[in-house]
Each structure stands twice: as structure tokens, then as C-alpha cells.
């Protein structure tokens, strides 16, 4: 098990694979800016140390701004500003 920090958004992963728990998993996280996210997820290259994740760059939206980020395991993680 990991834990990982940013600033004060903290969450755990673990190496425990249950197929059922991935299928319309999404995780939303509400960060002070969608763009500051993104950089910040860009610097650290996941797409080129692990296989399957994929980063989908900052949209503006009517409600807000978010980024997204799909992990290897294929959880949806959205960071999102709200207006």
C-alpha cells in the first residue's frame, strides 16, 4: 500500500486487483485549479512509466474547469474547479 500527497489532497493504492471494484470506477478530486493539476500530472510522465494510463488534458466546462487522468487499472480520476 502507498500513500501519496499533493499539497493537501492524500490518497492510498494498493496492489489488490478486484475486477467488479474497477467497472464504472471514477474518483473525483475538487483541487483550487484544474490547470495547476495538469502540470503538475504531466511533470511526473505516467503515460511513459505505466502502461494503460492515460491524461486528458484541462477542459472548461459551464460549471468549471477539470483534467482528467485514467489509471492503469482503468479508475477515472477527475480534478475539478468548480465556478
Do not use: R
Amino acid at each position: 500500500m502507498s500513500l501519496f500527497v499533493k499539497d493537501e489532497l492524500s490518497f492510498y493504492l494498493q496492489d489488490y486487483f478486484v475486477e467488479d471494484w474497477l467497472n464504472n470506477s471514477m474518483v473525483l478530486a475538487e483541487v483550487n485549479s484544474a490547470e495547476d493539476y495538469w502540470t503538475f500530472l504531466t511533470s511526473l510522465e505516467l503515460e511513459k512509466k505505466y502502461p494503460g494510463c492515460k491524461l486528458i488534458p484541462t477542459q472548461q466546462n459551464n460549471w468549471g474547469e477539470e483534467c482528467q487522468l485514467i489509471d492503469p487499472s482503468g479508475v477515472l480520476w477527475h480534478f475539478a474547479k468548480f465556478n
